[in-house]
Every structure is written in C-alpha cells, then in structure tokens.
C-alpha cells in the first residue's frame, strides 16, 4: 500500500499557479516531516521544499517567495502552492515523508510550465 498520494499537477503557462496536495495513509502524518522534491527529465530527485512536524518551513533557493508548503495536520495532507511558474519547474513532483532517516515516497505528479 502506498501510504502518500500526489494530485494536482498539471499544465499551465508560465506566469500562472498550482497547488499540488498529498494525503497520506497508513502513517502517523502529524510526526513526520514532509518534503516535496521534483526531478526533472535527465536530472537528479532534488529536494523543493520541507515543512517539519512543528511546522518549520525551508526551501530550495531556486524556488523562494514563489511557492508556499503547507499542512493541515487533521487532515493528513501536505500542500505546495505554486505562484509565478516558470518553464524552469517542469517536472514530475515527488511528496515524501521522512522521520527518523526513514521516507516514504508518492508515485509523483507531472508539473508542466509552457513559456
């Protein structure tokens, strides 16, 4: 069973704005730290954004003041709002949770910017 499911990707231009959410199942959700990442074709898994079990945000520079990670605890569910997208953030967006060293991963959700 997969315990984290991605939804909201999608095709948009560049300018415009995606939320993507993440319900996760099967874990206890509110002590988990939860990452979003995206790979991109040809390139590596990198990290976007992290958002602790206390609620501590960090993000990666290349998308800072431009998207937004947030959780609704009650509701299992992890958030990446993204504004101002360019054609630089095409990519398939991973949710992860992690607590202590250990992850579990989402199947991913295709973003696609068009310039």
């Known amino acids: 069973q997969v315990p984290l499911v991605e939804s909201g990707g999608g095709l948009v231009q560049a300018g415009g704005s995606l939320r993507l959410s993440c319900a996760a199942s099967?874990?206890?959700?509110?002590?988990?730290?939860m990452n979003w990442y995206r790979q991109a074709p040809g390139k590596q898994r990198d990290l976007v954004a992290t958002?602790?079990?206390?609620?501590?945000?960090t993000y990666a520079d290349s998308v800072k003041g431009r998207f937004t990670i947030s959780r609704d605890n009650a509701k299992n569910t992890v958030y990446l709002q993204m504004n101002s997208l360019k054609p630089e953030d095409t990519a398939v967006y991973y949710c992860?949770?992690?607590?202590?060293?250990?992850?579990?991963w989402g199947q991913g959700t295709q973003v696609t910017v068009s310039s």
């Open positions: 958002i602790t079990s206390g609620g501590s945000t």
């Open positions: 099967g874990i206890i959700f509110s002590l988990h730290y």
């Open positions: 992860a949770a992690q607590r202590f060293g250990h992850y579990y």
